[in-house]
């Protein structure tokens, strides 16, 4: 769920089957932030953010589960 101040809008989460919860939440965190300034888009930093958290939980290990931006836009 997303808010701007004006508007509201729901993210669907993506499929991932979990292998390592570790490190997703904070990738997840520092996705959605990073993303957001580069673009200045709420939406598409959740989104970008919800898939980064996909991948990331679905990898064995903290540091080696985190995907590139290759791996997202794939």
Do not use: W
Request: charged share 25%; glycine share 6%.
């Amino acid at each position: 769920f997303i808010y701007d101040g004006k508007y509201f809008s729901a993210i669907s989460s993506c499929d991932a089957e979990e292998t390592d919860r570790a490190g997703a939440s904070e990738a997840f965190s520092a996705a959605m932030i990073g993303e957001y300034m580069r673009t200045n888009d709420l939406r598409k930093a959740a989104e970008f953010a919800t898939n980064v958290y996909a991948k990331a939980v679905s990898a064995p290990g903290g540091y080696h589960s985190l995907p590139t931006r290759e791996q997202i836009t794939e």
